[in-house]
């Protein structure tokens, strides 16, 4: 008799960034060039200090130190004091991408059946994280016209259970691009202290802010240490995906040593990547603002020919490099579906990620994408151009009405 899996298992969703893979390779076997809009895979070299470093491996790749060799180590020190927040190696842990952090958190601070409160639309992979660790996700809704900005603390006592155990919040925002305010910050973190939970920070975006915004780190929170962990990687910050390294950094002792112990656990993080990672102290502040200063050109491309299209709605993103925006369709993911094996122009086509995988509520997020802006300017403005005639396409072979007059576009 065939043994069946587990229920934790069959519950873990695909995901919605990946799932729509096969048709993409398919697209791609026919000859059709697929612009990649779905997914945060940044296009810019990984710094040459980094890459300089892997002529430096030593003849035997043997383990690392579980939490950290002390070079990688001393690099997220130097990392945060530019910042001015000072840590020392017993606050921090090294860890395999901060999707491997963001595990430890969650192991480290719930029990099976607790209950994590975030916002919505969230990065879609925390329904993975939560289903793993036994806690489930609870919602508290934004919306699009206030640009994802976060609710008033009212909304947040009302989601509150007694199985509510912490608070999970992505500043800069994936999926929408929203930098929050240092009071909205604060705002939360006085919830999380007043009931006694958790603030679990995601900064991986941290550089990548637009206009002259600056994200507030937790870290940086006076009186808010025991409620403080951040979860942080080096993928997007450094343009190095493929190194998958990152860490966890509290000043929560127990908490540190419960991560602590589970990186033990699992051995140790990827030496390799330790090694490449160092590299980036040798890296002034010039290039953290020419990185930022590059998406927000892309940003500005995609945001002023996306609001030129007849119904498309969104405001304009301040950091990160992905948005939400609402599409004058009936379902986000079958306009992605048609894109890749019915649409094309000039021979290429656009992949998006269809929203409503980034929302917890049945039916929300129906009608929106998440778009990553990590190509090349020129391929956007095609992307643009490609979607502007899909659209029209879509909606005549959906038998939907033509579409109206664009919309303005909303700045704020």
């Known amino acids: ?103 430890f958190a969650f192991f480290a601070t719930t029990s099976e059946g607790d209950e994590v409160l975030t916002v919505e639309p969230y990065y879609t992979n925390y329904n993975s994280f939560a289903t793993m660790s036994g806690v489930r996700l609870v919602t508290v809704p934004t919306r699009g016209e206030d640009g994802f900005h976060l609710p008033p603390r009212e909304a947040w006592e009302r989601a509150l259970t007694p199985r509510t155990k912490l608070v999970l919040l992505c500043n800069p925002n994936n999926p929408t691009g929203t930098v929050y305010t240092p009071e909205e910050i604060e705002r939360v973190a006085g919830f999380c202290r007043d009931h006694g939970l958790f603030f679990v920070a995601d900064e991986v975006y941290r550089e990548f802010v ?12 006076a009186g808010f240490e025991e409620q403080v962990i951040v979860v942080d990687s080096l993928s997007k910050r450094y343009s190095a995906c493929g190194i998958r390294l990152g860490c966890l950094a509290t000043r929560h002792p127990e908490v540190h040593q419960a991560a602590l112990r589970m990186a033990q656990g699992r051995l140790s993080p990827p030496g390799l990547a330790q090694l490449v990672a160092a590299g980036a102290s040798e890296l002034g502040p010039d290039y953290f603002a020419g990185v930022a200063r590059e998406y927000q050109l892309r940003r500005d491309v995609l945001f002023d020919g996306l609001t030129s299209i007849p119904g498309v709605f969104l405001r304009k993103p301040e950091g990160a490099f992905y948005f939400v925006v609402r599409l004058p369709v009936d379902d986000a993911e079958e306009l992605a579906k048609f894109l ?69 576009p909303v700045a704020g």
Do not use: C, W
């Open 340 to 408: 890749l094996t019915d649409f094309a122009l000039d021979g290429e086509t656009v992949m998006i990620a269809p929203a409503a995988g980034f929302y917890a509520t049945p039916g929300a997020g129906r009608d929106e994408a998440r778009i990553a802006y990590v190509l090349q300017r020129e391929h956007l403005e095609r992307a643009v151009r490609i979607l502007a005639a899909a659209l029209p396409a879509y909606r005549a072979a959906r038998g939907l009405a033509p579409l109206d007059a664009p919309a303005q």
């Open 1 to 103: 008799m065939k043994p069946p899996i587990s229920p934790r298992a069959q519950r873990l969703p695909a995901s919605p960034i990946r799932k729509l893979m096969p048709l993409a390779d398919e697209a791609k076997r026919r000859g059709v060039r697929v612009l990649h809009l779905n997914i945060g895979q940044p296009d810019l070299e990984t710094p040459a200090p980094m890459r300089a470093r892997l002529a430096r491996v030593e003849p035997t790749l043997a383990y690392t130190p579980s939490g950290g060799t002390p070079e990688y180590l001393d690099s997220l020190i130097t990392y945060y004091r530019r910042y001015g927040i000072e840590l020392d190696a017993a606050q921090l842990v090294a860890t395999t991408g901060g999707s491997e952090a963001l595990l």
């Open 210 to 221: 637009y206009d002259g915004r600056r994200a507030i780190s937790a870290l940086t929170l």
